[in-house]
């Protein structure tokens, strides 16, 4: 299973950019990058998912290196909102779906 | 379309008793997996079912065990409950395996 590392945590201010980095050493060919964002007491929610060099959507973008062996989770202007807990997620090799989520990083967004 | 919807969203049990929760996933998806969630061990895979089928299982032991229906529901039961056991419990669904994964809002499970 690809491990991966994040900080612990953040602190960051409304209307700034975040930028969350997980590195992933051991990631396989196959594997794709995924994140997710959960709140207290509730399921996690996909933000978004990459394979390689840049993914944007309408919450978030996120930049893979030509190597994949780590991620950048960038969240523009975050809000009060935003406060959760991010998980970075690497699909393991061979097709199994024992994924396995790391500690995540606490994000704390300050008015 | 409907989210993961998990039932019952609370629970509170004692030791020794058995429980089921139950997950129904997004339409047109096959693929279910169920996750444990505590404060100490963060969220941990149990298992996956696609097409009535476990896929895959995590480490946990035999009290842990789960089934797929023919409507791709799932059920996941826990018998012999230890305190150990209260946590969160977290249904994803997709539509085959390897697909992202939608979360429901989880079974809380207290047991005393």
């Known amino acids: 299973l690809a491990k991966t590392t994040q900080p612990i945590s953040m602190d960051s201010y409304e209307g700034q950019e975040v930028n969350i980095t997980c590195s992933h050493n051991?990631?396989?060919?196959?594997?794709?990058i995924t994140w997710y964002q959960q709140f207290p007491s509730q399921g996690p929610r996909f933000i978004i998912q990459?394979?390689?060099t840049k993914v944007t959507n309408e919450v978030a973008s996120l930049f893979i290196p030509a190597d994949r062996k780590s991620s950048t989770l960038s969240l523009p202007r975050v809000s009060l909102s935003d406060t959760a807990v991010y998980y970075c997620l690497v699909g393991d090799q061979g097709g199994r779906r024992a994924l396995t989520f790391g500690s995540g990083t606490r994000l704390q967004v300050q008015p | 379309k409907a989210g993961v919807t998990q039932t019952p969203r609370y629970l509170i049990k004692t030791r020794g008793q058995q429980v089921t929760l139950s997950c129904s996933p997004i339409s047109g998806h096959r693929s279910v997996s169920w996750y444990q969630q505590t404060p100490g061990q963060g969220l941990q895979f149990l298992f996956e079912y696609f097409s009535e089928t476990q896929r895959n299982k995590g480490n946990f032991p035999g009290r842990f065990s789960g089934r797929q229906f023919s409507n791709s529901r799932s059920e996941m039961n826990v018998s012999t409950l230890e305190l150990g056991d209260s946590a969160l419990y977290l249904c994803?669904?997709?539509?085959?395996?390897?697909?992202?994964?939608?979360f429901g809002p989880g079974t809380r499970l207290t047991v005393l």
């Open positions: 994803a669904s997709s539509r085959i395996p390897q697909d992202t994964q939608y």
């Open positions: 051991n990631i396989a060919t196959n594997d794709y």
């Open positions: 990459g394979y390689k």
